[in-house]
């Protein structure tokens, strides 16, 4: 995984809890880096998912609640990094819709090597959207989250629905999204 998504995940940590924590939090998932986190540098997977097993544990909040957290705290961050001229931002909706084919296309052009999850969509109305997600690592709640932080973006209210889960043996998430402009 991207080193910018282990430092903006310290940064929200810090910013919660402070740089003792955040100490804690590495010193304690005993991650290989050590924590020490450079933004175009590649890390295993499995630091991300040893951090937030050890936030379960000190926060007593669910792991997908703090996946989902972040992925609110992560969306404005990256939608500051991106090229938004090549974006469509006249809506919430169809900025989600470009997901897969602007976005990533864009991550993979700059880093061809990252591994990036696929969407696939249904288009069932003027303020629904249904995506599908899939991904080897599963991370459903920040998918959930990056939209909850769009609505924000957009001012947009946002209800999801998760039916169907790769967390309960599906081989894709259905992301069933009311948009409230």
């Not at 295993?44 to 951090?51: H, M, P």
């Not at 609110?72 to 991106?82: G, N």
């Amino acid at each position: 995984m991207q080193g910018l998504i282990y430092t903006i995940l310290a940064d929200m940590v810090i910013d919660m809890k402070g740089i003792p924590f955040w100490n804690e939090v590495i010193r304690e998932s005993n991650v290989a880096s050590k924590g020490a986190y450079t933004t175009g540098v590649q890390y295993d997977d499995e630091e991300l998912f040893a951090i937030v097993e050890y936030l379960e544990k000190a926060l007593e909040l669910p792991q997908a609640e703090i996946i989902k957290l972040y992925g609110v705290h992560l969306f404005p961050i990256l939608l500051e990094k991106m090229p938004v001229g090549s974006l469509e931002m006249s809506s919430m909706k169809r900025f989600l819709l470009q997901i897969d084919e602007v976005i990533h296309k864009e991550v993979k052009r700059v880093n061809p090597d990252v591994y990036l999850p696929e969407f696939q969509y249904i288009d069932p109305g003027k303020d629904e959207l249904v995506m599908l997600y899939r991904s080897k690592r599963k991370l459903c709640p920040l998918s959930e989250g990056l939209i909850i932080g769009a609505g924000k973006h957009f001012n947009t209210e946002v209800t999801i629905n998760h039916p169907i889960c790769m967390h309960d043996g599906a081989d894709h998430c259905r992301l069933e999204i009311i948009m409230v402009p």
